[in-house]
């Protein structure tokens, strides 16, 4: 006998694979939970649950545990009879169980279905944001939501009084001081770069490692633990440090910091003066920041994440100086193992260091105002709740 289906269907639910890490699920998880903050009932459907422990611990509680407003469930085989939510996101083409598209074609209202793209800076997002796609088989029609930087776009998330708490936070630089020292366990001296670091591996990372210790200015470099934490060891020739233990080598000193939820990355972001973030989530959070920042963004067969990186980085420059635009793109290229020109060997990260340095100042200017320009974009969040209503209308 076929199982009975929930009796009751949420307004919005997410399905999410885990690809890479925190990724795909980081993105899909503040989704949720920001849905949820404004007053969406919200399912989250995941395949791989330890991942999810990981950035919610409530999810220890197992399958159908409520955290934050949003229901967790394990996405598995079988998959269970659910009544379909009436919004239904297809996170970055993961595709939907075959059971759920069909209990989707007999609903009546047929629920709206999005598919939600990974963020880009390229032209031609705008073009295909709300392209439609009928289902081959089924009377469905999923719809491609793309994320960007453009008015046409999906624009980007931003929780409700976010921007206001981060303004709160950065507005006493003691208490940002005091903050991160506590998080590392160590003194600063009150000229120290404070710097956090999280990244894919990096095979010329030890020279970066070598040129700031060996410089004038003090710098703390905040690594949350992880893979990375084991590279920084090799590089240091040092056994791999615990967390809350702190290694320090001349000018540097590199601190591991426990793994937080996401409210406290955020905060991590809010209070360096330079972040070195990776993917997707964290590249957008360090925008919101509102402080410099170095995306590596994660490689692509034939390259196709060089386009991408250049995109971003022709929207992102415009205002800046010539010297400084240059500067940013030059260590942004070699941080991503990319040629500063075309046909060149790519470039160490510690040889374009100084330049990037030397423009940090006049970066974090830019920085808040760039973040003040990405205010006028879309609000992704609004822009996902309201979609079933436009997807009536039309």
């Known amino acids: 006998m076929p199982a009975k289906p929930d009796q009751t269907a949420p307004d919005c639910e997410f399905f999410c694979r885990v690809v890479d890490n925190f990724g795909d699920i980081g993105v899909c998880w503040r989704l949720a939970r920001a849905l949820a903050a404004r007053g969406q009932r919200v399912r989250l459907w995941v395949d791989h649950w330890p991942t999810l422990q990981r950035l919610c611990p409530a999810a220890a509680g197992g399958d159908g545990v409520q955290h934050a407003g949003v229901e967790l469930r394990h996405w598995c085989e079988p998959f269970p009879a659910v009544i379909p939510a009436r919004l239904v996101i297809e996170a970055f ?16 209202p ?4 999005l598919n939600l793209e990974y963020l880009s800076a390229e032209d031609w997002v705008a073009d295909c944001h709300l392209m439609a796609s009928p289902h081959p088989r089924l009377p469905l029609v999923k719809h ?8 046409r776009t999906g624009g980007l998330p931003r929780e409700p009084g976010l921007l206001d708490a981060r303004r709160t936070f950065q507005g006493d630089a003691a208490a940002c001081r005091r903050y991160l020292a506590g998080l590392g366990g160590v003194s600063m001296a009150p000229d120290t770069l404070c710097v956090s670091l999280f990244a894919y591996a990096h095979g010329r ?12 200015r003090p710098l703390c470099l905040l690594v949350p633990e992880g893979r990375m934490v084991v590279q920084l060891a090799d590089a240091l020739g040092v056994a791999p440090p615990a967390v809350g233990a702190a290694v320090v080598r001349d000018a540097l000193t590199v601190c591991v910091l426990p793994f937080s939820e996401q409210e406290g990355y ?18 957008v959070r360090a925008q919101w920041a509102a402080r410099p920042f170095v995306w590596q963004i994660y ?14 980085l022709q929207r992102y420059l415009t205002g800046l100086t010539g010297g400084d635009a240059a500067a940013v793109r030059r ?5 991503n193992e990319l040629p500063a020109q075309q046909g060149d060997a790519a470039e160490s990260p510690a040889e374009a260091w100084p330049a990037f340095a030397a423009a940090l100042p006049r970066l974090r200017v830019h920085a808040q105002d760039w973040c003040a320009a990405l205010e006028q974009l879309p609000d992704l969040l609004e822009a996902l709740a309201q979609f079933p209503k436009a997807a009536v209308k039309s």
């Not at 083409?93 to 009546?108: G, N, S, T, Y």
């Open 93 to 108: 083409a993961c595709e939907l169980p075959a059971v759920h598209l069909a209990a989707m074609a007999q609903a009546d």
């Open 110 to 113: 047929q629920p709206a279905w």
């Open 144 to 151: 491609f939501f793309f994320p960007g930087f453009a008015a």
């Open 205 to 216: 990372l030890g020279d970066l490692l070598q040129v700031w210790a060996g410089g004038v």
């Open 266 to 283: 955020d905060r991590l972001l809010w209070a360096c003066d330079l972040n070195f973030v990776r993917g997707e989530d964290s590249f």
């Open 299 to 312: 490689r692509q067969q034939e390259d196709a994440h060089q386009v991408k990186l250049e995109a971003f």
């Open 331 to 335: 260590f942004w290229r070699a941080w």
